[in-house]
T-cell receptor, first 113, second 112 residues
């Protein structure tokens, strides 16, 4: 069975400082992993995805994530937070070809001026 | 910019009314999904479709129904809305090769 745990429900950072949003997963298969961002009253937008290629994945808006199989983690990072990064972030695990996408409970990122 | 569209974006209706939330995608994706999301909460799958004339219920029980007569269209219907149906409904489709989900902007339903 697959599952995903986002370790922090809220994260606050100052503008210009690094961002770390943590995600651990469990999967019986080689997983596909995704990070999505949701701004208020909007749908979800893909930030980046891991599908068994390079373990360090670069996404949009300066975000990146590293797939660590030994730690079953897929943490999202950004070197320098911007005010526009304030949003809800979801870590998602899936097995390609199925309808099953398991969503984490989300991490709300707050960026302080 | 994802080519998946939902209407209406916002809907306020009275109890007992029938409503249909529309979802259309222009990417030719076979798989489509409806998720329900309460404020500040995770997404729960309520319906999915593998293609035309294929619909299945998701993990979260829902009184809504869906249809898939055309590849690009996946409407969701509530025959008799109740206050407990108040929520945000997100439609998505997925790209077969990578599994990437594409989301619409959501339909926020309020039932009075």
């Amino acid at each position: 069975a697959q599952s995903v745990t986002q370790l922090d429900s809220h994260v606050s950072v100052s503008e210009g400082t690094p961002v770390l949003l943590r995600c651990n997963y469990s999967s019986s298969y080689s997983p596909s992993l995704f990070w999505y961002v949701q701004h208020p009253n909007k749908g979800l937008q893909l930030l980046l995805k891991y599908t068994s290629a390079a373990t360090l994945v670069k996404g949009i808006n300066g975000f990146e994530a590293e797939f660590k199989k030994s730690e079953t983690s897929f943490h999202l990072t950004k070197p320098s937070a911007h005010m526009s990064d304030a949003a809800e972030y979801f870590c998602v695990v899936s097995e390609i070809g199925t309808y099953k996408y398991i969503f984490g409970t989300g991490t709300r990122l707050k960026v302080l001026a | 910019e994802a080519d998946i569209y939902q209407t209406p974006r916002y809907l306020v209706i009275g109890t007992g009314k029938k409503i249909t939330l529309e979802c259309s995608q222009t990417m030719g994706h076979d798989k489509m999904y409806w998720y329900q999301q309460d404020p500040g909460m995770e997404l729960h799958l309520i319906h999915y479709s593998y293609g035309v004339n294929s619909t299945e219920k998701g993990d979260l029980s829902s009184e809504s129904t869906v249809s898939r007569i055309r590849t690009e269209h996946f409407p969701l219907t509530l025959e008799s809305a109740r206050p407990s149906h108040t929520s945000q409904y997100l439609c998505a489709s997925s790209e077969s090769r990578t599994g990437e989900l594409f989301f619409g902007e959501g339909s926020r339903l309020t039932v009075l």
